[in-house]
């Protein structure tokens, strides 16, 4: 279920009135979307501020494939907790079989990405419900996770199939949001490896990704035999020195959630670390550039995701924090970010069945360029139900 965030700090009342409305607005339009989107699935980004069904390779639209269909699961469980509304709950379960069909037919999970996966729809099934189908899907699904760790570079290989020489070796900033299906299931006797792969995969992270002036590489290579670092580069950012926005925003939320899990290594002051350097490159909106190179004079779309997944990285920081000035500061962040979303970028039903528009998916492919996209969605109700209802997700 989703778990009530520690003493929420206090916000003043017109504002959290706002965000309850934005918060009824996401429900509403997520409602609108189940007569099209109970059994299929939107595609990973909107076409015109609009979702179809998505499209992968041989398979029927609207199938269980690619890297972002837990977000539309984990919406719907969200959207039934917050409502009690049990045609949200119905569709989540009606989904849940086609997690575990992609599991026994191996169909587009040679990625790192299971986490995405698996804790929105399988693990916050078995949370909310109990289901222990869930949980085997899930632990499963840790499984095959665990298959991509190279225990001599220690770390877990973002891409491509373990033999790509192309991919051999890479990690990304995105995995870090991964691990915590690791942490999970080494809670179960017969996987406790997979925490300490996560925590070992979390401090070359720490130790590579994280540059010196706190901002951080999308993606590190490293030999795969001896662990050796040899250089870091970016995918889907401006350029290999810069600093991709939503790459940023994984790196915040991703090491204090791994704090969370194991608090003995520190992470929360690297998150911290992340996080400012965030804030002093967020423009006065709060809305993010798709690189952090990029400000107001630069003409390039914002990445309205990567501010959602930062809020919510403020948030879950903010929350481990002790009570004093950090704590209420890297708040404040946070409802200022949220604030600007909800302005800027939240959508109006009718102009379309998205929640959260002027995304990016990949600037350098021009694919999904100033459009909403699942995980957009997913982070922002995540931080309007952390503010407005003070809980905390499903990570």
Not at 364 to 388: K, M, T
Request: net charge negative; with cysteine; charged share 20%.
């Amino acid at each position: 279920m989703i778990a009530t965030s520690p003493s929420p700090t206090t916000i003043d009342k017109p504002q959290a009135m706002d965000l309850e409305a934005a918060l009824q607005t996401a429900l509403a339009q997520l409602s609108a979307n189940l007569p099209r989107y109970a059994t299929l699935f939107p595609d990973d980004t909107s076409r015109t501020n609009h979702y179809e069904p998505r499209r992968f390779e041989h398979y029927a639209d609207g199938a269980n494939t690619g890297w972002t269909t837990g977000f539309w699961t984990g919406m719907l469980w969200m959207a039934h907790e917050l409502s009690g509304k049990t045609e949200f709950r119905d569709a989540a379960l009606a989904q849940l079989p086609g997690y575990g069909e992609r599991l026994a037919k191996r169909i587009n999970i040679d990625h790192h990405d299971l986490g995405f996966l698996y804790m929105p729809s399988c693990v916050a099934a078995y949370r909310i419900t109990g289901d222990e189908g869930a949980r085997k899907m899930a632990l499963d699904a840790a499984d095959h996770l665990m298959q991509r760790y190279l225990p001599k570079a220690g770390i877990i290989q973002a891409w491509g199939d373990l033999s790509d020489p192309q991919q051999r070796g890479r990690i990304i900033i995105d995995c870090l949001m991964n691990l915590p299906l690791l942490h999970w299931a080494g809670g179960n006797e017969r996987r406790s490896s997979y925490k300490a792969a996560a925590m070992t995969h979390a401090l070359r992270s720490r130790d590579y990704l994280v540059r010196s002036d706190d901002s951080s590489f999308h993606t590190f290579h490293f030999d795969p035999q001896t662990g050796a670092p040899l250089r870091g580069s970016t995918a889907q950012g401006w350029s290999d020195d810069s600093c991709w926005a939503r790459g940023q925003a994984w790196g915040i939320y991703g090491f204090a959630l791994n704090h969370r899990y194991a608090p003995h290594l520190g992470l929360l002051q690297v998150a911290m670390r992340q996080a400012d350097y965030f804030l002093r490159r967020l423009p006065a909106d709060g809305i993010a550039y798709w690189d952090l190179a990029f400000d107001e004079r630069s003409g390039e779309p914002w990445d309205s995701s990567a501010s959602a997944i930062a809020a919510c990285g403020l948030l879950e920081l903010s929350d481990q924090l002790e009570e004093g000035e950090q704590r209420r500061r890297y708040r404040a962040a946070a409802l200022h970010i949220l604030d600007g979303l909800v302005r800027l970028c939240a959508a109006q039903p009718g102009d379309s069945n998205a929640l959260l528009l002027h995304g990016v998916y990949s600037k350098p492919h021009g694919h999904g360029v100033d459009e909403a996209n699942l995980w957009g969605d997913f982070f922002y109700l995540e931080a309007l139900s952390r503010v407005a209802r003070g809980t905390a997700g499903y990570w």
